[in-house]
């Protein structure tokens, strides 16, 4: 599958292939509660994919502590590999992170990040699998 390609299912198949815990952060903006995340405190080097389409999302090694109990990096492994929307949920204007091969709900993006670019991408775990390097 070319990394352009678009991954479109209906709802049933998403929920048959999807965990109950990716399928609601995914599939259903829901956000996992901080700190519970299999990723939350990870430091292995590898590359985070989606956990709905495989798409390379995020690299290890802009990937930092930012004390809030959420997978943070400070920018994508591929610029066009997210995009970004405007999410007023919750009382809140935030902006949303979706991965674009699959559309999947991955987090929210704020601009208080530590590196160059400002950012921190603030993903949940379960929208992510992590391939450790040398696997
Ligand atoms: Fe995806």
Redesign the pocket.
């Known amino acids: 599958m070319s990394a352009d390609e678009q991954?479109t299912k209906t709802d049933e198949q998403w929920r048959e292939e999807l965990s109950p815990e990716q399928y609601a952060v995914l599939r259903g903006q829901a956000t996992e509660p901080p700190f519970t995340g299999e990723y939350a405190m990870t430091k292995d080097a590898g590359v985070y994919r989606?956990a709905?389409?495989g798409?390379e999302l995020f690299a290890s090694d802009t990937k930092f502590d930012s004390g809030t109990g959420w997978p943070s990096f400070t920018e994508p492994a591929v610029a066009d590999a997210v995009e970004t929307k405007t999410d007023v949920s919750h009382g809140m204007i935030r902006t949303e992170v979706v991965?674009r091969?699959?559309g999947?709900h991955l987090g929210h993006v704020f601009d208080d990040g530590p590196g160059e670019t400002g950012l921190r991408y603030c993903i949940n775990s379960a929208a992510l699998d992590l391939e450790r390097a040398g696997d």
């Open positions: 991954v989606c709905g389409c798409a991965c091969r699959c999947g």
